[in-house]
């Protein structure tokens, strides 16, 4: 009887669910890293959020097929699973809601000047003249037009803003004006009022949003980041929000992470730090079923296809 893994916190009713419709299954949670080592020998499936060293790697024989419940997997040795002809699968998707609504409320946060009044709650002290303004008729720039992004790019269009962004192969996309190859970034950048970054993690992304692109910003426009943090030059970033070079920024991932104590960052007062949550939702476990379930189902079946395989060349 084959074997699935489960390495993280997910809760009995739901592995209860996978037993019964998948009953040739052997199923075994462990969240314990030096007790998950003792599982691999025997383990063909591995269902992971955030766990996949190499060491794993090396002490599962048998592995054939890893999911991921999250939808990075920079984390992971990438050029090993290739190597070993293992496939990869991740949690595209189930992040699609609730990151959408973060960063609409980044938005709205920053055209309402709230960092600005938070500041001024603090020290009691009363400012009406903080300055107010609207996403209305706003053009929004998204980098990285995935599930994620498309959600976003449905309802920043819902509420009048104007829509364009970056895809890595440029298609069409509903609710977006223009879609843009990487090769055209600057001209994101330069019509963006608000500017969402949501690329991946990979060796051609590492700082690619540098001091050259935040120059081509302007100087009301703000920057959100929701995607990776090593995809930022972050000294660059300092410097331009410094500087007033662009107007604000929201950001939830940083280069280094936890932020450390003497970031500039933690002192700027045109900045909103969130510590790396904007993924989490309480409805997480359940939409990663979703996934989870119709990809076992294929892989026992043969038949359809599974959905979010990673292309392992790309790094996403």
């Not at 969402?196 to 920057?223: G, W, Y």
């Not at 949550?277 to 359809?304: K, Q, W």
Request: hydrophobic share 45%.
């Amino acid at each position: 009887m084959p074997q699935a893994l489960i390495t993280f916190d997910l809760a009995a009713h739901f592995i209860a669910r996978l037993g019964e419709q998948y009953p040739q299954l052997e199923l075994v949670q462990c969240t314990d890293r030096e007790q998950i080592l003792h599982h691999l020998p025997r383990t063909e499936i591995l269902l992971t959020f955030f766990l996949c060293t190499r060491r794993m790697l090396d002490a599962a024989p048998q592995l054939k097929w890893i999911q991921a419940i999250s939808a990075g997997v920079d984390y992971m040795a990438l050029d090993e699973i290739r190597r070993r002809g293992i496939l990869l699968t991740n949690g595209r998707g189930i992040h699609r809601i609730h990151m959408a609504e973060f960063a609409i409320a980044a938005m709205i946060n920053l055209a309402r000047g709230f960092h600005t009044m938070f500041r001024n709650q603090l020290q009691k002290k009363w400012d009406r003249d903080v300055p107010q303004a609207e996403i209305y008729g706003a053009t929004l720039g998204i980098l990285g037009l995935g599930a994620i992004g498309g959600e976003i790019a449905a309802k920043a269009a819902m509420m009048g803003m104007r829509v364009i962004g970056v895809k890595r192969n440029p298609a069409p996309l509903a609710d977006v004006e223009t879609v843009y190859g990487p090769e055209q970034m600057d001209q994101v950048f330069q019509q963006s009022d608000y500017l969402i970054n949501l690329l991946p993690s990979t060796p051609d992304t590492e700082k690619m949003v540098d001091r050259h692109l935040f120059n081509q910003m302007k100087p009301t426009a703000c920057f959100i980041n929701i995607g990776r943090g090593r995809t930022v030059n972050e000294p660059d970033l300092i410097e331009a929000l410094q500087t007033r070079r662009i107007k604000a920024m929201v950001s939830d991932v940083y280069y280094e992470e936890p932020l450390p104590a003497d970031s500039p960052l933690w002192d700027l007062d045109n900045v909103i730090l969130a510590p790396h949550i904007c993924g989490a939702s309480p409805r997480y476990h359940e939409r990663a079923m979703e996934i989870m379930d119709h990809n076992l189902a294929v892989y026992f079946t043969g038949r359809g296809e599974m959905i979010n395989v990673v292309d392992l060349a790309a790094g996403y």
